[in-house]
């Protein structure tokens, strides 16, 4: 499979628990994005990899979320101290210079 | 800053009668466009994109949309509605800056086929 993964499909987690989701963009894609969707929204943007630098961050929702690419290939997003309004879909997207995006299926988040 | 507003949360059609999903754009300068489609459980799917060339822009599965900048209109069209279209809809626009090509996408429009 060519295409962009992310792990795992769904993620069920308690309140005030941490989580990690893990997206695999396409091997020669230099630029990786992370949005989330929640019920009945756009996709939003959280931030922006290219290669291994992470060049916006200021849209993250909050201190609480982090995200990494080291070595500038697979990246995770961190969600510490979860909250019930952290439940949502979360899309990696990965894109080659000039072309545009090929988006995973997300993670869904339901935190309980 | 880039928005889009897609002005119908809901559609609903007859299968084999046309589709019209509206989308209004506000941008700073001449934008690209796009219409997403996104199935239950699967990933966002590029229908089409407005690059500034062709204003009339032909995607997959025969739909087509029209840029209309004195509207500041990307409407998305398909002449015959089939029931495997029904889906979420999503109209985005994109934007360079410090976020590299960062999408602003609409809230979406569920377009419902009825049999």
């Known amino acids: 499979d060519t295409g962009v993964s992310q792990n795992p499909r769904h993620k069920i987690t308690k309140r005030g628990q941490n989580v990690t989701f893990r997206c695999d963009p396409i091997?020669?894609?230099?630029?990786l994005y992370w949005y989330r969707q929640t019920l009945g929204q756009g996709p939003e943007f959280l931030t922006y990899?290219?290669?291994?630098?992470?060049?916006?961050k200021s849209r993250l929702l909050s201190d609480r979320f982090s995200a990494e690419r080291p070595k500038g290939s697979f990246s995770t997003l961190e969600i510490q101290r979860t909250e019930q309004g952290d439940s949502a879909m979360y899309l990696c997207?990965?894109?080659?210079?000039?072309?545009?995006?090929?988006f995973g299926s997300g993670t869904r988040l339901t935190v309980v | 800053a880039q928005s889009v507003t897609q002005l119908d949360s809901h559609v609903s059609v007859s299968e084999g009668t046309p589709v019209l999903l509206r989308c209004n754009y506000s941008?700073?300068?001449?934008?690209?466009l796009f219409w997403y489609v996104q199935h239950p459980n699967k990933g966002l799917q590029l229908l089409l994109k407005?690059?500034?060339?062709?204003?009339l822009v032909k995607g997959i599965n025969g739909f087509e949309a029209e840029f209309k900048k004195s509207e500041t209109s990307f409407h998305l069209t398909k002449p015959s509605a089939h029931m495997s279209d029904a889906a979420e809809y999503f109209c985005?626009?994109?934007?360079?800056?410090?976020?590299?090509?960062?999408?602003?996408f609409g809230g979406g429009t569920r377009l419902m086929v009825k049999p």
């Open positions: 997207a990965s894109v080659p210079t000039g072309e545009g995006y090929t």
């Open positions: 091997s020669e894609h230099n630029r």
């Open positions: 990899f290219q290669n291994e630098a992470q060049l916006e």
């Open positions: 941008s700073s300068y001449s934008p690209s």
């Open positions: 407005y690059t500034s060339a062709a204003t």
């Open positions: 985005v626009v994109s934007s360079w800056g410090n976020a590299g090509n960062m999408l602003t």
